[in-house]
């Protein structure tokens, strides 16, 4: 139910904005989240928000260049990822969960997209 796209081969130093549509739900009363993996790695949680103050996370490996959001209107999430580094390749997929505080363990997250490939280059 949920399609993440936005993905691509990117310089390091550039940017990629990737987003995420749900079909069966709206995000409005969700707890939404980023995650990645990397070929060889565990699953990461990159991101969330509840859209409600103080539920916004990011890993401290990309805190200061990604940013989540999302629009209400469009039924949409983003995650704005600036300064590429090549740590930062991985397959990206967009979850969303019961709203809470902030969190990205995995099991909270119960609706999970495809995934969408970051590749950054030195």
């Known amino acids: 139910q949920l399609q993440a796209c936005g993905g691509g081969l990117v310089q390091a130093g550039g940017s990629l904005r990737l987003s995420c549509t749900s079909s069966?739900?709206?995000?409005?009363?969700?707890?939404v989240a980023w995650f990645r993996q990397a070929p060889g790695k565990e699953r990461e949680g990159v991101s969330c928000?509840?859209?409600?103050?103080?539920?916004?996370y990011y890993a401290d490996s990309v805190k200061g260049r990604f940013i989540i959001s999302t629009d209400n209107a469009k039924n949409t999430v983003y995650l704005q990822m600036n300064n590429l580094k090549p740590e930062d390749t991985a397959v990206y997929y967009c979850?969303?969960?019961?709203?809470?505080?902030?969190?990205?363990?995995?099991?909270?997250?119960?609706?999970w997209g495809q995934g969408t490939q970051v590749t950054v280059s030195s």
């Open positions: 069966g739900f709206t995000f409005g009363n969700k707890r």
């Open positions: 979850a969303a969960g019961l709203r809470g505080l902030r969190s990205v363990k995995p099991t909270l997250y119960n609706y």
């Open positions: 928000t509840a859209n409600t103050a103080g539920t916004t």
